[in-house]
DNA sequence: CGCCTTTGACCTGCGC
DNA sequence: GCGCAGGTCAAAGGCG
């Protein structure tokens, strides 16, 4: 599209928008953004002046622009509607980011308080309960100073229980009120990380302590501190490149592999929890299964950010998806949502989405998503995601989630595919009270002839919000439209809220909303109109990227955590960057 | 010398 | 309780 006809373009939506009545300037800019549709040429504009009495090829244009005004009313109609849920979204974000920080204030507050009660040697059941609320980290130390040890564990255990009561609170608040704090099915990820490893990193079995007991017992009571994200891509590299580095501690054949599993963890702080498992596909050797397990708590490089929200996001679906559902909180997005092709169904026929990885077959007690770039689109058979949940456990709070980024290509060895992403949520209905299992499948799918809109949207966000970035002629270079416009995007912490919470909520009311009772249902929401095909795209162009890479870049941000967002993409594999994986290496035996 | 990989031993959870 | 398999540890050695 060029500027000139864009101008075109505006200029019949200004006239429309005076037919309507509507029109103050903001909403003016958000109809650019919308504008799907082919703009107006000066020739059809000279047609619609000129009347539809010259001749019938001009009646016929007057028609089809009756039909455009018709789409535009309705592309206007829902536009008008996402403004509004986005600012209320705004409202509620910035709302609480202040309880947010009020929070962290008092937190901070009390733990001052509480080392000074340490110091004038002070009672500790009051420490006790600041431990509790400290998600189990501080009890550890002041429970050392008990001197009954049966007592001492019973308390840690207490504290701890009382610590993951708090998250769990946390997390289904998350999915479930946009009021209340924190509401991020991130944050679960989040907590789950310091839990599980966090500062204490790696726990030394020979230095195993009643906490770390204690831990084992609560992890049990909550398998999503163990979700994990596979990542099935063809690759010809012993391991991808994820931009993060990783330092091998071991490897195992497993069963029904000759191909050694390798066992990595993250360097870049000595404290991350973050741990990968490598290994071939026993029957693809071409095919590198990596699976990621925890978040990092330390800045990630730049490179390894797209891998990291990916993992993270996947790793929140699993974790939000398990949360109950608001019916109250849903927004109106049940209609066209802009290329989401979201749908929810009877889960009697769910196994047939399923594949099995047997060589990669986790614990029953990690819910495990898999991403697979290794297939191809909807044509071919559904090759989803392989969810496991331990039964033993409170199943109802975990989803079978799964993503698909198939491809195409046949070296999907960077995150370019064809841009179908599917989720597919089996979904324990009702907290298994009924053993009624319900399907959500939610996917993604950039449509081939729908690039137009996307352009429309990152264009012209770029114009409203950055104005240092130049904007190239997008039918010219539209990777570099997409990727510098994803610089702006990515830079705007308040999009980045926004849009998240947005398809937080979206994703979120359509895979929970279940919960009201309706066992067969069956939803969709097409959501292709921002979701441009970028198959024409090189490799480094846009991608299904999962995107609550700002929610790890910034906690502030990490109100939501089941999303897909566009973001630019990384290689997830070449031959050792500069960012290098040290892992790279780790395959060397096979 | 520091960091990394290798590799056998050990620990733990789970199924029978 | 036992065996199996997955996961982790840590000493030894290699490499830049």
Redesign the pocket.
């Known amino acids: 599209m060029e500027f000139g006809s864009e101008r075109s373009g505006h200029e019949v939506k200004d006239e429309k928008r005076s037919e309507s009545g509507i029109g103050d300037e903001e909403d003016r800019r958000e109809e650019k953004i919308v504008m799907k549709g082919p703009p107006l040429t000066n020739v059809d504009r000279s047609t619609v002046e000129s009347g539809p009495n010259t001749c019938p090829t001009k009646k016929k244009e007057v028609d089809e622009l009756e039909n455009a005004k018709a789409e535009m009313g309705e592309v206007i109609e829902e536009n008008r509607r996402l403004k509004m849920c986005l600012n209320q979204i705004l409202n509620d974000y910035r709302t609480l980011q202040m309880q947010f920080h009020n929070i962290v204030e008092q937190q901070t507050k009390d733990f001052s308080d509480k080392v000074n009660n340490d110091e004038h040697q002070e009672t500790i059941i009051d420490e006790s309960e600041l431990v509790s609320l400290s998600l189990g980290r501080l009890p550890r130390n002041n429970e050392k100073n008990k001197a009954s040890k049966p007592l001492k564990e019973e308390e840690d255990k207490e504290g701890l229980s009382l610590a993951l009561d708090c998250k769990f609170e946390t997390s289904k608040s998350g999915s479930t009120t946009e009021h209340l704090p924190n509401p991020s099915p991130d944050n679960s990820v989040e907590v789950e990380k310091e839990e599980t490893g966090g500062e204490s990193w ?5 230095h ?1 302590t009643n906490r770390d007991t204690a831990e ?1 017992e609560v992890s ?1 009571q909550n398998p999503a501190k163990k979700a994990r994200v596979c990542l099935r891509v063809r690759c010809d590299t012993p391991t991808l490149n994820d931009g993060c ?8 054949i ?3 592999n000759p191909c050694p ?3 990595y963890r993250c ?1 870049v702080a000595p404290s991350c929890p973050v ?1 990968k ?1 490598v290994q071939r596909c026993s029957q693809d050797m071409s095919i590198l299964i990596t699976t990621y397990e925890g978040n990092h708590n330390h800045p990630l490089p730049l490179s390894a950010t797209a891998m990291a929200s990916t993992t993270s996001a996947a790793a929140s679906m699993l974790v939000s998806g398990s949360s109950t559902s608001n019916p109250g909180s849903r927004p109106s997005t049940s209609a066209d949502l802009h290329g989401m092709n979201f749908f929810l169904s009877d889960g009697s026929k769910t196994k047939q989405y399923y594949i099995s990885h047997p060589a990669l077959s ?5 819910p495990t998503i898999t991403l697979d770039l290794t297939s191809n689109p909807p044509s071919s058979s559904p090759s989803f995601v392989k969810f496991t949940s ?1 039964s033993n456990y409170n199943s109802q709070r975990y989803l079978p989630t799964s993503l698909n980024f198939s491809s195409n290509e046949s070296n999907a060895t960077s995150w370019t595919n064809n841009g179908f992403l599917s989720c597919t949520t089996q979904q324990p209905y009702n907290n298994n009270r009924n053993n009624v299992n319900v399907l959500s499948n939610i996917s993604l799918v950039r449509q081939q002839q729908q690039q137009q809109p996307m352009e429309n949207i990152l264009t012209s966000y770029m114009q409203k919000n950055n104005n240092n970035i130049a904007i190239p002629p997008p039918q010219h270079s539209l990777p570099d439209t997409i990727a510098a416009a994803t610089k702006v995007i990515t830079a705007d912490p308040n999009f980045q809220s926004a849009l998240a919470a947005a398809l937080t909520t979206i994703i979120g009311s359509g895979s929970t909303s279940k919960g009201a009772g309706e066992n067969n249902m069956s939803q969709k929401m097409k959501w292709g109109e921002s979701f441009p095909s970028t198959s024409a795209l090189p490799s480094s162009s846009i991608v299904s990227g999962c995107a609550s890479s700002f929610l790890n870049k910034s906690p502030s941000n990490a109100q939501s955590g089941s999303l897909i967002f566009l973001q630019p993409p990384l290689p997830l594999s070449s031959p050792r960057s500069a960012s290098g994986s ?2 790279d ?2 395959d ?2 096979n």
Request: charged share 30%; proline share 11%; net charge positive.
């Open positions: 790696p726990p030394s079995k020979g195993k084992d049990q580095q990783w330092r091998k501690y071991g490897q195992k497993s069963k029904g599993r390798a066992y360097t741990r498992q986790s614990s029953p007690s990690h331990n040290p892992g290496n780790g060397k035996k």
